[in-house]
């Protein structure tokens, strides 16, 4: 799902009572970093980071959507999981970790339900959603 754009171009849609953005998809990429440019007006007040299944994996197909925590894990093997989102009035400034993958996901497919895995970066993107308020 996107908002306005298109499913790989950002987007920032205005309405009478809020302003919506959409990243678009974003590679997932080792120890990558990203500035984006959310046109909101100011600081959202809500936010949503997604991962979108491009090709199947664990049970999921292409356009799924898994809601994710944009927070950071660390295995036995000091690999960082996850990514940092510093939010700004004009930018989201990303930091993602440094294991290959970037992101655990609950599987999906038969024998494996409720097992963690870490997605393959070629088979998913990730998107930021947000909003904000109009203020009066």
């Known amino acids: 799902m996107f908002i306005g754009g298109s499913e790989t171009a950002p987007s920032v849609v205005r309405s009478k009572t809020a302003t919506f953005y959409d990243s678009g998809q974003q590679t997932l990429t080792q120890a990558g970093q990203v500035s984006l440019t959310h046109g909101l007006g100011g600081k ?9 299944c491009l090709t199947p994996e664990y049970g999921y197909v292409a356009g799924d959507e898994v809601v994710v925590p944009a927070a950071m894990y660390i295995d036995a093997l000091t690999r960082y999981y996850g990514c940092s989102i510093i939010v700004t009035g004009t930018t ?20 494996n339900l409720g097992n963690v ?3 393959t970066a070629a088979s998913w993107a990730w998107v930021i959603r947000a909003f904000r308020l109009k203020r009066t």
């Open 117 to 119: 895995s870490t997605v």
């Open 44 to 52: 959202p007040d809500g936010m949503t980071l997604v991962l979108v």
């Open 92 to 111: 989201f400034d990303v930091q993602l970790g440094n294991k290959a993958g970037v992101f655990w996901v609950h599987r999906r497919d038969a024998g």
